[in-house]
C-alpha cells in the first residue's frame, strides 16, 4: 500500500488500493509476525486470501494498524500452541470490504470479550488487563466508517471480523 498523505489543511487522504495492495498489505503483515512467532506455527503460517474483485479507498496506516494489531494477538493467542495458525481473508461484502482474521488459539477470555467496546476513559477492571491494541483497532475502524466485531471465541479459537465501506462516505 502506498503511505498516506496530509491535504494542506490537515486532513488525511486516503489512498485507493487494490486487491493486489490489499494481498500486499497482508502479506507484509505476516513477514512482520512469522519471525518472532514462527517456531509455534503451521506453515505457512499465514493463510492469506483477497478476492480478486476487491478495492477500497482508505486510510493506509490506520488499516494496516488494525489488521496488524489483530494478527499480533491472534500470534500472541497461538504462542504456545504448536501447530497454530492465522487465516486473513478479504472479501467484498455488497458495497462493503470484510476482512476476517481467525486462529486456532484458545478463545478469548469472557471479560475481554465485555470490554471490547470500553469507552476509553473507563478504567479497567480490577485485575483484568483490556489490550490496547485492540481498543486502537475498535476506535480505529469506527474512524474509517466501519465496524469491528467478534465473530467467534470458543476454546478453538477467535475470529473478527473487520467491515469497511469500500468508498468512504
Not at 503451521?42 to 496506516?61: G, K, M, R, Y
Not at 455488497?94 to 486456532?104: E, H, M, T
Not at 476509553?120 to 476506535?139: C, F, H, N
Amino acid at each position: 500500500c502506498q503511505d498516506d498523505l496530509a491535504a494542506p489543511d490537515g486532513s488525511v487522504v486516503t489512498t485507493h488500493h487494490s486487491a493486489a495492495d490489499i494481498s500486499l498489505l497482508l502479506e507484509k503483515i505476516s513477514a512482520l509476525i512469522v519471525p518472532e512467532y514462527g517456531e509455534n506455527l503451521d506453515h505457512p503460517a499465514f493463510a492469506i486470501s483477497v478476492a480478486d474483485d476487491l478495492s477500497i479507498d482508505c486510510h493506509s496506516s490506520s488499516l494496516f494498524r488494525i489488521l496488524y494489531n489483530l494478527s499480533v494477538n491472534a500470534a500472541h493467542a497461538i504462542a504456545a500452541h504448536y501447530g497454530g495458525h492465522i487465516e486473513l481473508t478479504a472479501v467484498r461484502d455488497g458495497s462493503n470490504i470484510r476482512f476476517v482474521i481467525a486462529d486456532n488459539g484458545p478463545g478469548l477470555p469472557k471479560h475481554i470479550i465485555d470490554h471490547l467496546y470500553p469507552r476509553i476513559d473507563r478504567p479497567e477492571p480490577a485485575g483484568k488487563r483490556i489490550g490496547y491494541g485492540l481498543m486502537s483497532a475498535v476506535g480505529l475502524a469506527k474512524k474509517l466508517q466501519g465496524t469491528l466485531h467478534v465473530i467467534k471465541s470458543s476454546p478453538s479459537g477467535t475470529t473478527f471480523c473487520l467491515v469497511l465501506p469500500e468508498t468512504p462516505g
